[in-house]
């Protein structure tokens, strides 16, 4: 089998909203080419060990290619959070929609919209970031996004740009008649000095199937500062595919939250590279997962200059018969001297059905670096529980108060405060919903 | 109030309770002491309904239910609390939130209507007050990098929010310096009344000289031995255990 089986995800399409830019049409063609030639991942691979693409397949998507117009203001107001002023771009099915998004007042030097739009009013904006921090030589998955991209968010500071409202991405995905896959490629990026917050949200309406495989694309420039922060509260149908590049340069600081709640299949491939001495990353995850759930993380951080901080924390809670795959790599070069580096994973699992498979990896070839990295697959303490139930709390509270107390540490991170109380109240419904077996 | 009747309790293969009575009536203060490995703590764990310990024969009936029945919650909903030894931490769980949780599911259970967040604020600074304590404790995890005092003064704090028929103090004085163990005595002494019973669990006398029972039990080989006023504690004290246990005790 090759690559090629997901061909279909592909086209043809109905409309190519991207068609006639010569520069788009080169990546694009390599991108095929490299789908075909690449096999179909295996559990024989690493990087695949413990996940099978056997359910994706089976689900013959196409492109989600027909544009959602019949969604009003009033069919998304669920969706927002109260206390959230944002800059707002709503995404449905990997299509940038004017109408839903409301983008504010931006100050000098700030552009944001959808991909599609921003091309069209300046063709070559883009011409250098399209693959500009992921790289031309992709992985599956990547390469049918570069493929297969027709739109998504685009956010562009210029030097000394600063946002003070957070940057809010929408993406909702509704079920159609033929399940569909949308490819939105966002590209983020922060010239030197720039400074943003944004938050992503995947959402769906109604449990619907579908597949979303996005890429994004961030660049921070020297000093630069973006904090973000990921929400996956999908349906119980959705497969969710997103590889996240970053590229930071000197002295600047990235702070990001990726937190995964829903799904029946969600993978996500994060790489950090520093193009700058003094950099900082932070990547902190929360991820639930129960019954016919997947969730599979992997992190690959390269440290190949010197003086530059990662810390990578993840938490995990699995319940019924859910599965989880944490695979984070962290690498530091000969020459990246003053490395500082810890990695972290921990585990509840709540019933016996439940698994996670997880290898934090540290490949340290300098010799003044301060690294660490840590696992842990535990499970309630009877002695805790018994506590709380001594108190009058009934078991599945108690439970539900120490699983939220376990996550507390990520949940804590998110800003502003509705979104953190949005969040924490879903992880507490699925809690209140997970099977104690 | 609180009935046991011939109680036999197992841990794993090992019988530590071998027939234990006691008779508790609204309002009295009752300590059982007792050498190490009498089964004190046991006779605590097994009121509260800790797992693992089986009860092999006797009864205990509380409030006309039977004890043994029930699940740690709802004895937690009939009145009965257990200040802890060895308080567990909570990690990541606020004590405000939890304090908040505890009471709110004593009043569901009993028909009354849950405290918002204000109305029980309010409880909580009312309650701070008649313990004098200060409200540091509440903003940080339950238990969570608390000191050995710390520990045991959250442990009245939830006493006196709870408001319990019948307080289990088990072992309350151990790992407490002379003064962490006056404001824990305190805490406890303003908590008495004539509807609330306790049962003061401890190896020494001298959490007795603050906390004065009205009855002083001692339990050794997982019976009660002898029983009296709270001059038989003084005797225990000058005298050791085994006067009456009729063993040497290793001091």
Known sequence: ?437 | MLSVKGLKANVGDKEILKGLDLEIGPGEVHAIMGPNGSGKSTFAHVLSGREGYEVTEGSVIFEGRDLLELEPEERAHLGLFLAFQYPVELPGVNNTYFLKAALNSIRKSRGETELDAISFLRLMKEKLKVLHLDDSLLKRPVNFGFSGGEKKRNEIFQMALLEPKLAILDETDSGLDIDALRIVADGVNALRSPERSMIVVTHYQRLLDYIQPDYVHVLARGRIIRSGGKDLALELEKRGYGWITGEEEAA
């Open chain 1, 1 to 437: 089998m090759s690559g090629g089986e997901f061909d279909r995800w592909l086209g043809p399409r109905s409309e190519d909203g991207l068609a006639g830019l010569d520069w788009l049409e080169t990546k694009r063609a390599a991108a095929r080419s490299q789908v075909r030639d690449q096999g179909i991942p295996t559990t024989k691979q690493e990087a695949w060990r413990y996940t099978s693409v056997k359910r994706l397949m089976e689900q013959g998507f196409v492109p989600a290619d027909e544009p959602i117009t019949a969604l009003e203001p009033e069919d998304i107001e669920e969706v927002l959070i109260p206390g959230v002023v944002s800059h707002r771009v709503v995404l449905v099915n990997g299509r940038f929609l004017p109408g839903l998004s409301e983008l504010g007042e931006l100050p000098p030097g700030v552009r944001i919209g959808g991909l599609q739009q921003i091309l069209k009013s300046d063709p070559d904006a883009l011409r250098d970031r399209v693959n500009g921090v992921a790289g031309d030589d992709q992985s599956l998955f990547a390469a049918l996004n570069t493929a297969g991209m027709d739109d998504g968010l685009v956010i562009l500071l210029d030097r000394g740009a600063v946002l003070t409202q957070p940057v809010e991405l929408i993406h909702l995905s509704v079920g159609m008649d033929e399940p569909r896959v949308a490819q939105p490629r966002h590209i983020v990026s922060l010239d030197d000095g720039a400074q943003a917050t944004l938050i992503e949200r995947y959402l769906s309406l109604g449990e619907s199937l579908y597949c979303t495989n996005s890429v994004m694309e961030i660049s921070v420039g020297r000093d630069g500062v973006l904090k973000h922060q990921r929400i996956q509260d999908e349906s119980p149908y959705a497969f969710h595919i997103t590889g996240l590049y970053l590229s930071l340069g000197q002295g600047s600081r990235y702070a990001g939250v990726n937190v995964g709640l829903g799904g029946a299949w969600a993978r996500t491939d994060c790489r950090v590279r520093f193009a700058g001495e003094h950099a900082e990353c932070d990547l902190q995850g929360l991820y639930l997962a129960g019954d016919r759930q997947l969730l599979d993380y992997h992190l690959d951080v390269d440290h190949r200059l010197p003086q530059c901080t990662s810390r990578e924390n993840f938490k995990g809670i699995l319940y019924g018969k859910g599965r989880a795959v944490f695979d984070g790599r962290v690498y530091v070069a000969k020459d990246a001297q003053k490395t500082d580096a810890a990695m972290s994973n921990r585990n509840l699992l709540l019933s016996d059905g439940a698994e996670v498979d997880t290898k934090p990896q540290l490949e340290i070839n300098a010799d003044d670096v301060k690294c660490s990295h840590g696992t842990t697959v535990g499970q309630l303490e009877p002695e805790m529980l018994f506590y709380l139930r001594s108190r009058g709390i009934n078991a599945p509270l108690a439970r539900r108060m120490l699983c939220l107390g376990f996550a507390g540490e990520i949940l804590d991170v998110l800003e502003p405060e509705p979104l953190r109380e949005r969040v924490a109240d879903q992880v507490g419904q699925r809690l209140e919903q997970a099977p104690l077996a």
